[in-house]
């Protein structure tokens, strides 16, 4: 999870910069809307999450001494 927290930081502070430039091709939304960087920075978080649970369920799933036996 750590490079998402490092790529959420930089794409929130590059999204910022860039609605600033972008501002005047943005209808209904202003250029700096806390709930739409919220709601992304939530949306990737879960999706992050949900990405790095399966492999840790399918780990969790095996024997470590035949994984070990077996390489």
């Known amino acids: 999870m750590t490079p998402v927290a490092a790529g959420l930081a930089l794409g929130l502070g590059a999204g ?13 939304v202003a250029a700096s809307d806390p709930a739409t960087y919220i709601a992304t920075a939530v949306g990737v978080t879960a999706v992050a999450l949900a990405r790095c649970f399966v492999p840790a369920l399918r780990a969790s799933h095996l024997a470590a001494a035949a994984v070990l036996r077996g390489e």
């Not at 910022?16 to 209904?28: E, I």
């Open 16 to 28: 910022l910069v860039a609605s600033r430039a972008l501002g005047g091709l943005l209808f209904g």
